[in-house]
């Protein structure tokens, strides 16, 4: 998108966040586009099967048709359909819709996004109040219920997606953005310094206000979720029995050390602060969190990237607490961790905030979706001791209780978040400084964009990442003046090279590497990743796996099923495995030689320790962890114990 003035022409990015500052610069759709491999492979899912699927569910279980009875004036307590964040996942499905309707126009996707956009519109009250649990006869008063109520949450995500349309089609006549601007002035007038001094239980406004003062430059929005960043930790909601901390109101965020209490409300929260700190040059808030994702990331983060071991509160656990078998790394705080890793790496510039983007990405979002776009896992352990029971594919599941992917949720927060992530991926991959161009994400794309002293740089990427480890970048266009070309290389890519034309391949340390020079139309920088399968261990802190080991193979993490062992090994509780004999790659195969052995049963579980030495061997294949449970149901698990 592009804006016009009097004295000069700005390029703001096509994509969720667009800081006004920051050490990088992001590139949006139309700049970088995915053109192959395993994301693109996912978008194509995304787009054919799993929005058609989203819109089908919000219609059969009355989701969208609150917003239908509300118009008409005909909605109440008893009849309206759906949690009380039920508003939230239309909002989501307008975001994905919008943000795909940027990636590839689609006639009769837009005729479905304007019907939907209509009649969500048509609920708004006159004075911009939109939601449809609160308000009405029989139903409970407008913010009465800011611990449990979600109305500023439900009215976040109506914001992002207003943003999404914005962006994606700047001229739309839909509406979308003035219903979003005319919710959003209601809350600026009711919670304004004046107004209700309190916050939402569930954070995500913030982040959304910000994004909605960055699209229609009006400065009332982040001053707002400036407000309330500032009020979060001073005790202005309820106690209940998790604590304050659950919805992160114990401690003032400029305090905190660390992410704690529920896990989607701690990210999102920690999403938005960043977005107020740098649009208004707080660098202490900055910094803080800055601290608290690097404690919770060394302490209190799965293997997989996933977050939150306690299934009762969907909460974080004290530090080194993250049990495989209780992992809740619900789907959701996935996304929003990925969200404020995103904001802090376009602030900061550190590559080890896209390593975590990276780890995120294939191994709890990738997982969270089957095959075929039309399952999802809300939860995602590390550890299944028995086979799941295949979900009904017309039955609503309970939040978190299937034990397989199922298609739709009583709480189905994840499905729209997973899909408006895919469908605004392309965003993610690269940005841009001055006089460089940095990659984060590592896919088949092609790249187009100016930098900041009007450079025009056009490339393509070349890869069969994360199977291979070679990516190479080839240019289009002669440059102008010398520019820097960098590449993030992963902290476990140690032995990486990068090759440069007329040079001698050079090591790449972990970190990132850059390349600087007037580059010609056919060069080609070549960056090889070591993708060979390794063991990890985990600090030995991390009580619930000391003495067992995981198999990473690039950023992808494996796991051990069931349906993969011998003949006559029957659970994947009984494998252990010599950390000695590394696994074995085939082409992307990877297998182990795990050892079987039988426990005895005995009456008492404790006792002297007896080991016999005796232990059948066999080579068995392992699974990338995003692909177990596609094959029918399966015991997995990820960390086995050590011979």
């Not at 990743?529 to 802190?541: E, G, N």
């Not at 659970?571 to 085939?586: G, Q």
């Amino acid at each position: 998108m592009t804006l016009t003035d009097t004295d000069r022409t700005v390029h703001v990015p096509v994509g969720p966040t667009v800081p006004s500052s920051g050490a990088l610069r992001p590139l949006g759709l139309g700049e970088v586009r995915i053109t192959g491999g395993f994301w693109a492979d996912r978008q194509r899912v995304n787009a054919a099967a799993t929005l058609p699927h989203i819109e089908h569910w919000l219609e059969r279980e009355g989701w969208l048709g609150n917003f239908d009875a509300a118009a008409a004036g005909a909605l109440t307590a008893e009849n309206r359909r759906g949690r009380e964040f039920a508003d939230s996942e239309v909002y989501k499905f307008l975001e994905a819709a919008a943000w795909q309707l940027g990636r590839e126009p689609d006639p009769q996707l837009e005729e479905r996004f304007r019907d939907v956009v209509a009649r969500v519109g048509a609920a708004q009250e006159a004075d911009g109040y939109l939601n449809t649990n609160f308000g009405r006869p029989t139903q409970q008063p407008r913010w009465s219920d800011l611990e449990w109520g979600h109305e500023l949450y439900c009215g976040g995500h109506l914001f992002q997606a207003a943003v999404a349309r914005a962006r994606t089609r700047p001229n739309a006549d839909d509406g979308l953005l003035g219903v979003a601007t005319r919710f959003a002035d209601l809350i600026c007038t009711v919670f304004g310094e004046d107004g209700i001094r309190s916050v939402c239980g569930h954070p995500e406004v913030e982040t959304a206000l910000v994004e909605l003062g960055r699209v229609t430059g009006e400065r009332r929005y982040i001053e707002q979720a400036r407000l309330f960043v500032e009020r979060r930790g001073t005790g202005v909601l309820r106690d209940i029995e998790w604590g304050r901390s659950y919805y992160q109101d114990d401690i003032p965020i400029r305090q905190a050390t660390v992410l704690r209490g529920h896990a989607v409300r701690a990210n999102y929260l920690s999403s938005g602060a960043t977005d107020v700190a740098v649009e208004t040059g707080d660098v202490e808030l900055l910094e803080a969190l800055g601290r608290q994702w690097a404690n919770t990331v060394a302490h209190r983060t799965y293997i997989t990237g996933g977050q939150g071991s306690h299934h009762q509160d969907e909460a974080f656990g004290d530090d080194f607490e993250l049990p495989p078998d209780r992992a809740y790394s619900e789907t959701c705080a996935s996304i929003a961790s990925v969200q404020f890793s995103w904001r802090l790496l376009l602030a900061q510039g550190d590559p080890r905030y896209a390593d975590l983007i990276e780890r995120t990405l294939y191994n709890v979002v990738a997982t969270s979706p089957s095959a075929d776009g039309r399952a999802f896992y809300y939860a995602n352990t590390l550890h299944r001791r028995t086979p799941g029971e295949p979900a009904d594919p017309e039955t609503v599941s309970p939040r978190a209780e299937a034990s397989l992917r199922a298609p739709w949720f009583e709480v189905s927060c994840c499905p729209p978040n997973v899909a408006r992530t895919l469908a605004s991926l392309d965003s993610y991959v690269a940005t841009a400084g001055d006089d460089s161009l940095q990659l984060h994400q590592y896919a088949p794309a092609r790249i187009a964009t100016t930098l900041g002293n009007g450079e025009r740089v056009e490339l393509t990427v070349e890869t069969e990442y994360p199977r291979e480890g070679r990516v190479a970048v080839r240019i289009l266009r002669d440059a102008l003046q010398p520019w820097s070309l960098q590449f993030r290389v992963p902290s476990w890519a140690t032995g990486a090279t990068l090759s440069v034309p007329g040079e001698e391949a050079a090591p790449a340390a972990p970190g990132a590497v850059t390349v600087q020079r007037l580059f010609r139309e056919g060069d080609e920088i070549v960056l090889e990743l070591p993708v060979r399968p390794r063991f990890s261990a985990a600090d030995p802190r991390v009580d619930a796996v000391r003495g067992s080991v995981a198999v990473e193979r690039g950023p992808i993490v494996y796991a051990l099923e069931s349906v993969d062992l011998p003949d006559g090994w029957d659970d994947v509780a009984d494998a252990v495995i010599d950390a000695d004999d590394a696994p074995t790659d085939d082409n992307g195969r990877v297998t182990v030689r795990l050892g079987r052995r039988v426990e005895q049963e005995t009456r008492w579980p404790y006792g002297p320790r007896e080991d016999d030495g005796r232990l059948e061997t066999a080579e068995v294949a392992l699974v990338p962890y995003h692909e177990w449970a596609e094959r029918g149901p399966s015991s997995m698990r990820i960390w086995i114990p050590t011979t």
